[in-house]
């Protein structure tokens, strides 16, 4: 199956409204995988979770996470990203970066709506973490269907084959 070009990975994550899934693992050793928004920037994801959330417990405890995005029409795009979150701002330092959280909320809502979420959401601390995309402690796949004149026979990994 053909990769994203670099060019294409770059305007699939630009797109508003692709949902980010985040892996993580539990205290008890079960894993977690949670749907939440997200924001490309430069070669990093960005996302903001709650300061009492599951997952951003479990990402202080161990930051090796899995992240995917994908999409339901053709091509069928999509990234899968393994490696370790970063934390750019702890909760409680939300002012200092709420205009990006207002422009991930722009992403999946109405900018009236996002504001009024950003808005009376305020009181409720956020991180704001990144897991990069690229460097040699990632491991980034991508994928999508053949496009036009693209050859569609052998496009899966060899290892799906008998």
Not at 83 to 99: I, K, M
């Amino acid at each position: 199956m053909p990769q994203l070009t670099p060019a294409e990975l770059e305007a699939f994550l630009d797109e508003p409204g692709h949902l980010l899934r985040i892996a993580t693992v539990d205290v008890d050793g079960l894993p977690r995988s949670v749907p939440i928004w997200f924001i490309r920037q430069d070669d990093q994801i960005l996302f903001t979770p709650r300061a009492r959330s599951v997952f951003y417990a479990n990402i202080k405890r161990d930051p090796r996470a899995g992240l995917s995005i994908d999409e339901d029409p053709l091509p069928y795009r999509k990234l899968s990203v393994q490696g370790s979150v970063v934390t750019v701002h702890e909760p409680g330092h939300d002012d200092e970066w709420r205009d990006l959280y207002r422009r991930i909320a722009y992403r999946y809502v109405d900018k009236e709506a996002a504001d009024s979420y950003v808005d009376t959401t305020i009181d409720q601390p956020r991180a704001l973490l990144a897991l990069p995309f690229t460097g040699s402690e990632v491991k980034v796949t991508t994928w999508r269907m053949p496009l036009g004149d693209e050859d569609p026979t052998g496009i899966w990994h060899s290892r799906y084959y008998v």
